[in-house]
Each structure stands twice: as structure tokens, then as C-alpha cells.
């Protein structure tokens, strides 16, 4: 178990800056996921960490020790890779031993440590195979057993799951949950699937073009996103975003959507002062757009809830659930529902939204208000 | 439809065996030839079997008739140019694959530069390296001995190992090395454990490019060597051209023969691995 504290660290390739100082504290037996869309220098964040690449600025500290200059094996790091990288002519148990036998264990130790890994990632009988040998899913497993079998201060993911089938990939999310809550070492997790950082960190790191956008725990990125980076990137569909103006009250707030007359007006509450702006976007996600009257009154807190005039566009129908896309004053909006309910396309109707989960944004910064 | 088939494909064989017959034809006259006593070549036609197989003109071609000093036979010669092949052989190899492997492995300022310079070396026509090479023999004091053609012939497979070694490398996943160096795992712990086993498709085609290239050198070897150090190809030559007045066909032509088996002996045996080597790259993606 240990932290990981980074400090303004930078990475420049030639001209391109790929890392524009990122600060992270990542606690002892935190599951920090690294999200971001590709190219926004996640993995070279998590190259950096490992010693793998270096940092052009800044520092890495791994238990208040600063690492920097050290090798990689030095960290006291394991790392599982993408593409497993597992060594092809050697079998599987040499894959994993390989890093205890550089380290000049004793032999008893290396095959203590090694029955034990085997047992606990179920690869016994897999032990005298060679990687082409093996299935996708259980190449996987003998990745995790090599960094496992170090017992390191903190595992890096690189990926691991995206060259897995749809069906292994969330039972592997959920082993390496498991794995987490057993072990609690502090584990650092790059991921594009959002679904996989919700699902396994305890914290998330935001990445966008080499900056973090924000690192706040998965519920927080969820429902309080700082930007509309943010709040698009995370949920499927994305947030919708209602472009319009804002005028304040004290704490009263109206939002007035562009084309819209003064009956369109949206009054909530805010817990910050805001000052009246003339372009926001409101955001609301699609599934805290609700039906009916009697739905929004039970699920909302306070019964807090705006109604709008909506005419139904598109139905998508995707099993549980449904999405309808409406058109809002010219503006397009998706809203998520349980698919028992009928909704008649091309209608105009009635729909209502859930005040107490919006997010509005200054349209020029794109940052939250 | 069928008809059109067949038609092409008698076509296809066809032509594939007057090429074959084509390539096949000198080695049967040179087979037939070595085993016939030169009364039979005179007298006989040259495509025509001979009346018995005759071993008597390999014997001579390999260990001489007796005659003193001016019989030149290729025995000695042959392990001149084992000496010479077979550490040459070895030591561009193994710097070849090490540098391919520092080449795209261990990436550094300049990599593909340097790289570039290998490949040109590659393009380099034997001539034009004769007289710098001759000159830095010199200077080594090692013109004329085998140490001398084991350097140049070292020198000038580089740039062929070095790019078979390289394009080979480029194609395994970074991310192994990546592992094997949070390991705990050095450079050559690397080389040695981790690549050099997966290894042997390109192995293959660097020793069977590399043997061929060296064994069957004529020029480096005339120009810096001679006498007893000379390799075999530039004693078949002396031994065919500076015989006596008879002209021996059938001793030159096992001679020949002799020349070229090792060569055609590997191939043989490795061939398979040479063609998997070759299109190695291009199948693994």
C-alpha cells in the first residue's frame, strides 16, 4: 500500500506538449481511473508513473519518495499491459516469476509466491503453457498473475480489458474489483470506457488534451461535472445541453432558453450567488427527464421539477430501456426511459425535468456555474 | 468453364517445367560429367549417362593426385573457408540482431539516422570498398590471413543483418519489452531471454543470406588473400584455370560441385524457415 502524489508534471515530445501539468494525490488503497478519449495523454501519464517514459517537468512521489530518476523496476510497480505483453517463449509459469527470479528471491519464496497467485486467478493448469497457447481471457489472467506475484506498492492498468470480448471484459472488471477490495493496494487504471471507471474507481481522473479536467470520485464526475467536457464525455447519452440565458435572483434563478417566450421560463434554486449571463447551457441528463407528472413527483426530491413543452422526434428502442429524442423551442433534447411506456412520435407533449440534477455551465468558459 | 480450367493449368505446368528443366540441366551435366573418365567425355556426348559411376575425379578434386607442389586441390582450401565463413558468419549475425534490437527497441536521438546508414551500406558495390579496405587490411596488419576476410566480410553483412534483424524486431510489441524492463530486466537480459527465442525465423534467413554470401565470395577473397590463405572459390578457380595442358572437365566439374554443396546443403535443411522468415513480418501485422 503506499500514495502517489503528483506534482505539475509535464511531457513534451519535440514541439507537442502532451502532459500540461497535472497534479493528482492519490491516497493509500485508492483506485484511481484515468478516463479520457484517445490522444489526451492518459497512458503517457501512466508511462510516466512507471518510469517507462520521463517527464519533462515536475515530480512523482511514491510514498513522499520522489521516483523520477529511479527504473522502473526500481518503483516498486507492476504494470499490466493493453496487449498483455506476455513473454512469448517463455511458458506461463516463467512469465510470472521472471520479475521475482531478476529480483534474487529464493527459490522457495518464488514457488510459494507463485502456487499462491495460481490458486487465486485459477491458472494451476495453465502453468506449463505458452502464451500462444492460451485464450484471450486467460492470457489476461496471467498478466495480472505477473504483477500480482511481486506484491508491488501500486498496480498500473494500462487498458486490460480492451482486447477482451464484451461478456469476459465485465466479468474481468468485476475480478479485478474483487482483486481491489481483497488487496486494497493503490491501484492506477487508464480507461476510454466510462463504464469500467464508474464501475471500478474509487477515484477518476478526467483527462482532456493533457490537462485534468477534473478528479473527483465517480459520483461527483456524475452528477456535479465541472465543465461540459466533463459532463459530455461521462454518461450514455450524453448530458443534454439547452442553450439560454440566466437571470438571478438572490438564490432564485430563471433560465430562459433561446427562442423562448417568458412562459418557457425555468425557475430554480441555486446554492451559489450567480450573476445573470446571457449564454449558458443547461444541462440535464436523459434520464432525469421524466413523462409523468405522477413519476417526477415520486422520484424528485422536494418535488422539485420544471414541466416543458416538448414535441416527440425519434424513438430508439434498445431493450430496458428507450430513448426519445425531442425537440425543445428548435433545440434538441434526448430523455431515457423504461420501455413499458408508449409515447406517441410526432406529438406535441409534456414533459418533466428533475431541478435538483441539473448543471449549467458558462457557455464561453465551458466550466460550471 | 471446366475445359478453359484444365487448358490454363496444362499451360501453368508446362511452362513451370521448361523452367525447371531449364534450371535443372547444367547441374545434370556437371553430376554426369564428374563421374565419367575423360575417355567417355571426349568420345561421348555431353547429356549422354556415363558407363559407370566413377568416383575417381572427385578423390582428386578433394585430396590431389600426388603429383607435388604444383597440384592444386581443394581440401585445405575448404577449411580456409570454413574458417573464414564461420566466425563471420557468427559475429554479423549477432551484431546484427543486437543492433536491430537497439534500433527499435532501445530507441535513441538519431536511431533512424543511423539506421539509414545501414541500409546504404547495403546498396555498396563490393568494388567500391576494395582499395579503402585493402588499405585498412593494411594498416590492421591483417591482409592475407583469415582474420582479414573475417573482418571485411563482417563489415559488409552489417548492413544486410542489421536490416533483416531490425524490420524483424519492429513488428514484436513494444509493450513486451516495456514488461520485461518492470521486471527488472536489463538490455541484454532482454536480448537474450525475452527476444533472441523468438527469434530463430530470422535467424535462419540471416545465416542462410550471410553463408551464401561468404562462401560463394569470389572478389574480397582473390584481392585479399592468396596463395594457401586463399578460400575455396578462389582455389576452384586457380584449380581450373592453371591446370596443365590436359583440361580435366570431370575433376573441375566435381570440384564445382564440392564448391557448391555446403551452400545447397542448408538450403536444403532450412529453406522452409527461410521462405517463414522472410514473409514473417508481413504475416504477423
Given at each position: 500500500?503506499?500514495?502517489?502524489?503528483?506534482?505539475?508534471?509535464?511531457?513534451?515530445?519535440?514541439?507537442?506538449?502532451?502532459?500540461?501539468?497535472?497534479?493528482?494525490?492519490?491516497?493509500?488503497?485508492?483506485?484511481?481511473?484515468?478516463?479520457?478519449?484517445?490522444?489526451?495523454?492518459?497512458?503517457?501519464?501512466?508511462?510516466?508513473?512507471?518510469?517507462?517514459?520521463?517527464?519533462?517537468?515536475?515530480?512523482?512521489?511514491?510514498?513522499?519518495?520522489?521516483?523520477?530518476?529511479?527504473?522502473?523496476?526500481?518503483?516498486?510497480?507492476?504494470?499490466?499491459?493493453?496487449?498483455?505483453?506476455?513473454?512469448?517463449?517463455?511458458?506461463?509459469?516463467?512469465?510470472?516469476?521472471?520479475?521475482?527470479?531478476?529480483?534474487?528471491?529464493?527459490?522457495?519464496?518464488?514457488?510459494?509466491?507463485?502456487?499462491?497467485?495460481?490458486?487465486?486467478?485459477?491458472?494451476?493448469?495453465?502453468?506449463?503453457?505458452?502464451?500462444?497457447?492460451?485464450?484471450?481471457?486467460?492470457?489476461?489472467?496471467?498478466?495480472?498473475?505477473?504483477?500480482?506475484?511481486?506484491?508491488?506498492?501500486?498496480?498500473?492498468?494500462?487498458?486490460?480489458?480492451?482486447?477482451?470480448?464484451?461478456?469476459?471484459?465485465?466479468?474481468?472488471?468485476?475480478?479485478?474489483?474483487?482483486?481491489?477490495?481483497?488487496?486494497?493496494?493503490?491501484?492506477?487504471?487508464?480507461?476510454?470506457?466510462?463504464?469500467?471507471?464508474?464501475?471500478?474507481?474509487?477515484?477518476?481522473?478526467?483527462?482532456?488534451?493533457?490537462?485534468?479536467?477534473?478528479?473527483?470520485?465517480?459520483?461527483?464526475?456524475?452528477?456535479?461535472?465541472?465543465?461540459?467536457?466533463?459532463?459530455?464525455?461521462?454518461?450514455?447519452?450524453?448530458?443534454?445541453?439547452?442553450?439560454?440565458?440566466?437571470t438571478s435572483n438572490n438564490?432564485?434563478?430563471?433560465?430562459?432558453?433561446?427562442?423562448?417566450?417568458?412562459?418557457?421560463?425555468?425557475?430554480?434554486?441555486?446554492?451559489?450567488?450567480?450573476?445573470?449571463?446571457?449564454?449558458?447551457?443547461?444541462?440535464?441528463?436523459?434520464?432525469?427527464?421524466?413523462?409523468?407528472?405522477?413519476?417526477?413527483?415520486?422520484?424528485?426530491?422536494?418535488?422539485?421539477?420544471?414541466?416543458?413543452?416538448?414535441?416527440?422526434?425519434?424513438?430508439?428502442?434498445?431493450?430496458?430501456?428507450?430513448?426519445?429524442?425531442?425537440?425543445?423551442?428548435?433545440?434538441?433534447?434526448?430523455?431515457?426511459?423504461?420501455?413499458?411506456?408508449?409515447?406517441?412520435?410526432?406529438?406535441?407533449?409534456t414533459v418533466f425535468i428533475?431541478?435538483?440534477?441539473?448543471?449549467?455551465?458558462?457557455?464561453?468558459?465551458?466550466?460550471?456555474? | 468453364?471446366?475445359?478453359?480450367?484444365?487448358?490454363?493449368?496444362?499451360?501453368?505446368?508446362?511452362?513451370?517445367?521448361?523452367?525447371?528443366?531449364?534450371?535443372?540441366?547444367?547441374?545434370?551435366?556437371?553430376?554426369?560429367?564428374?563421374?565419367?573418365?575423360?575417355?567417355?567425355?571426349?568420345?561421348?556426348?555431353?547429356?549422354?549417362?556415363?558407363?559407370?559411376?566413377?568416383?575417381?575425379?572427385?578423390?582428386?578434386?578433394?585430396?590431389?593426385?600426388?603429383?607435388?607442389?604444383?597440384?592444386?586441390?581443394?581440401?585445405?582450401?575448404?577449411?580456409?573457408?570454413?574458417?573464414?565463413?564461420?566466425?563471420?558468419l557468427i559475429i554479423s549475425?549477432?551484431?546484427?540482431?543486437?543492433?536491430?534490437?537497439?534500433?527499435?527497441?532501445?530507441?535513441?536521438?538519431?536511431?533512424?539516422?543511423?539506421?539509414?546508414?545501414?541500409?546504404?551500406?547495403?546498396?555498396?558495390?563490393?568494388?567500391?570498398?576494395?582499395?579503402?579496405?585493402?588499405?585498412?587490411?593494411?594498416?590492421?596488419?591483417?591482409?592475407?590471413?583469415?582474420?582479414?576476410?573475417?573482418?571485411?566480410?563482417?563489415?559488409?553483412?552489417?548492413?544486410?543483418?542489421?536490416?533483416?534483424?531490425?524490420?524483424?524486431?519492429?513488428?514484436?510489441?513494444?509493450?513486451?519489452?516495456?514488461?520485461?524492463?518492470?521486471?527488472?530486466?536489463?538490455?541484454?537480459?532482454?536480448?537474450?531471454?525475452?527476444?533472441?527465442?523468438?527469434?530463430?525465423?530470422?535467424?535462419?534467413?540471416?545465416?542462410?543470406?550471410?553463408?551464401?554470401?561468404?562462401?560463394?565470395?569470389?572478389?574480397?577473397?582473390?584481392?585479399?588473400?592468396?596463395?594457401?590463405?586463399?578460400?575455396?572459390?578462389?582455389?576452384?578457380?586457380?584449380?581450373?584455370?592453371?591446370?596443365?595442358?590436359?583440361?580435366?572437365?570431370?575433376?573441375?566439374?566435381?570440384?564445382?560441385?564440392?564448391?557448391?554443396?555446403?551452400?545447397?546443403?542448408?538450403?536444403?535443411?532450412?529453406?522452409?524457415?527461410?521462405?517463414?522468415?522472410?514473409?514473417?513480418?508481413?504475416?504477423?501485422?
Open positions: 500500500m503506499a500514495t502517489l502524489k503528483i506534482n505539475n508534471l509535464e511531457k513534451r515530445f519535440k514541439q507537442t506538449e502532451v502532459l500540461k501539468g497535472i497534479n493528482l494525490n492519490v491516497e493509500e488503497g485508492d483506485f484511481l481511473v484515468l478516463l479520457g478519449p484517445s490522444g489526451c495523454g492518459k497512458s503517457t501519464l501512466l508511462n510516466t508513473i512507471a518510469g517507462l517514459e520521463e517527464s519533462s517537468l515536475g515530480e512523482i512521489l511514491i510514498d513522499n519518495n520522489i521516483v523520477n530518476d529511479m527504473d522502473p523496476s526500481e518503483r516498486d510497480i507492476a504494470f499490466v499491459f493493453q496487449s498483455y505483453a506476455l513473454y512469448p517463449a517463455m511458458s506461463v509459469k516463467e512469465n510470472i516469476i521472471f520479475g521475482l527470479k531478476q529480483r534474487k528471491i529464493s527459490k522457495e519464496k518464488i514457488d510459494q509466491s507463485l502456487s499462491k497467485i495460481a490458486e487465486l486467478l485459477k491458472i494451476t493448469e495453465l502453468l506449463d503453457r505458452k502464451p500462444a497457447q492460451l485464450s484471450g481471457g486467460q492470457r489476461q489472467r496471467v498478466a495480472m498473475g505477473r504483477a500480482l506475484v511481486r506484491e508491488p506498492k501500486i498496480f498500473l492498468f494500462d487498458e486490460p480489458l480492451s482486447n477482451l470480448d464484451a461478456k469476459l471484459r465485465i466479468e474481468m472488471r468485476r475480478e479485478i474489483k474483487k482483486l481491489h477490495k481483497n488487496l486494497k493496494t493503490t491501484m492506477v487504471y487508464v480507461t476510454h470506457d466510462q463504464t469500467e471507471a464508474m464501475s471500478l474507481g474509487t477515484k477518476i481522473a478526467i483527462m482532456n488534451n493533457g490537462k485534468i479536467e477534473q478528479f473527483d470520485t465517480p459520483k461527483n464526475i456524475y452528477n456535479k461535472p465541472s465543465s461540459v467536457f466533463v459532463a459530455d464525455f461521462v454518461g450514455s447519452p450524453s448530458m443534454n445541453f439547452i442553450k439560454g440565458s440566466l438564490k432564485l434563478i430563471s433560465f430562459l432558453p433561446n427562442n423562448a417566450s417568458e412562459n418557457d421560463v425555468i425557475n430554480f434554486t441555486h446554492n451559489n450567488e450567480l450573476q445573470n449571463n446571457s449564454s449558458v447551457l443547461f444541462g440535464i441528463r436523459p434520464e432525469h427527464i421524466f413523462l409523468k407528472k405522477t413519476h417526477a413527483a415520486r422520484v424528485t426530491k422536494d418535488e422539485n421539477f420544471a414541466e416543458i413543452e416538448v414535441k416527440a422526434e425519434l424513438h430508439e428502442y434498445i431493450g430496458h430501456e428507450q430513448i426519445i429524442t425531442f425537440s425543445y423551442l428548435g433545440q434538441e433534447i434526448l430523455g431515457k426511459f423504461s420501455s413499458s411506456i408508449d409515447v406517441k412520435i410526432d406529438n406535441k407533449m428533475d431541478l435538483n440534477n441539473i448543471s449549467v455551465f458558462d457557455k464561453d468558459t465551458k466550466q460550471r456555474i | 468453364m471446366l475445359n478453359k480450367k484444365k487448358v490454363s493449368r496444362i499451360f501453368l505446368f508446362l511452362v513451370l517445367g521448361i523452367f525447371v528443366f531449364y534450371y535443372i540441366t547444367p547441374l545434370y551435366v556437371m553430376i554426369v560429367t564428374s563421374l565419367k573418365t575423360m575417355n567417355e567425355i571426349r568420345e561421348g556426348n555431353l547429356f549422354s549417362l556415363p558407363n559407370s559411376i566413377n568416383f575417381e575425379s572427385w578423390k582428386i578434386a578433394w585430396s590431389g593426385r600426388g603429383e607435388g607442389t604444383s597440384d592444386v586441390f581443394l581440401k585445405p582450401y575448404f577449411f580456409n573457408s570454413l574458417k573464414i565463413a564461420i566466425p563471420a549475425t549477432f551484431l546484427g540482431a543486437l543492433n536491430g534490437y537497439a534500433l527499435t527497441k532501445w530507441k535513441f536521438k538519431g536511431a533512424n539516422l543511423i539506421f539509414l546508414l545501414f541500409l546504404f551500406g547495403t546498396f555498396i558495390p563490393y568494388q567500391a570498398i576494395l582499395l579503402p579496405m585493402a588499405r585498412t587490411l593494411g594498416f590492421l596488419g591483417i591482409s592475407n590471413s583469415p582474420f582479414g576476410l573475417i573482418l571485411v566480410h563482417t563489415v559488409y553483412g552489417l548492413g544486410f543483418t542489421t536490416l533483416f534483424f531490425r524490420n524483424y524486431y519492429v513488428s514484436i510489441s513494444d509493450e513486451i519489452i516495456k514488461a520485461a524492463k518492470v521486471d527488472g530486466a536489463g538490455f541484454f537480459k532482454i536480448f537474450f531471454k525475452i527476444l533472441l527465442p523468438v527469434s530463430l525465423p530470422i535467424l535462419v534467413v540471416a545465416v542462410i543470406f550471410q553463408f551464401t554470401q561468404i562462401w560463394n565470395d569470389f572478389l574480397f577473397g582473390v584481392t585479399f588473400s592468396f596463395g594457401e590463405n586463399a578460400p575455396l572459390q578462389v582455389a576452384l578457380n586457380n584449380m581450373v584455370l592453371t591446370s596443365a595442358s590436359v583440361k580435366y572437365y570431370n575433376v573441375d566439374m566435381a570440384a564445382a560441385i564440392m564448391a557448391a554443396l555446403p551452400t545447397l546443403i542448408i538450403y536444403v535443411l532450412a529453406g522452409n524457415y527461410f521462405i517463414k522468415g522472410l514473409t514473417a513480418g508481413s504475416v504477423k501485422g
